[in-house]
């Protein structure tokens, strides 16, 4: 679920870092301008011997999150206005807006990019290592 124009190379960043990306929700994309980035991506799951993520161009969020039930990711980025319904469901969740304002751009800031995408993993895990469970959702899977 996205707002900022940073999903396609995002994504192609994550799975190179050994995420599983199942879907890039984006409100807009021309293929013209994002054409290199997709064929980056796809280069990039081919040689992760990954398949290739959904790309949804204005995602229709009821049929989003009904996806996301399905498949239980471990994190969603998506925007604020989502993140607290998704939660509450047992999904950790990442405010696209965070990636928009910080400085992730170049190599020099690979790392930082990798602690806002953890971040929530992070804290439900010290949450649970507290034995604070009533605050988050733990599912089998």
């Known amino acids: 679920m996205g707002d900022n124009l940073l999903e396609i ?20 994309m ?3 301008y994002q054409a290199a980035e997709l064929t980056l991506l796809q280069e ?6 990954i398949p ?5 161009e204005k995602p229709d969020n009821y049929n989003q999150i009904q996806r996301m039930r399905e498949l239980q990711p471990d994190l969603a980025i998506t ?8 939660e509450a469901r047992g999904i950790n969740t990442k405010w696209s807006v965070e990636f928009t304002f910080a400085q992730i751009h170049g ?18 895990n010290n949450l649970e290592n507290l034995g604070w469970t009533n605050l988050i959702k733990i599912q089998k899977r």
């Not at 990039?44 to 011997?49: A, L």
């Not at 290739?52 to 949804?56: A, D, E, L, Y």
């Open 79 to 86: 925007g604020m206005a989502h993140a607290n319904p998704l």
């Open 107 to 124: 190599f020099t800031n690979a790392k930082d990019v990798l602690e806002l995408v953890t971040r929530p993993l992070r804290r439900n």
């Open 30 to 32: 021309d293929k013209r």
């Open 52 to 56: 290739m993520p959904r790309i949804v």
């Open 9 to 28: 190379s995002l994504a192609r960043f994550l799975i190179r870092c050994g995420m599983i990306v199942y879907e890039i929700g984006i409100p807009y």
């Open 44 to 49: 990039t799951c081919k040689k992760m011997c």
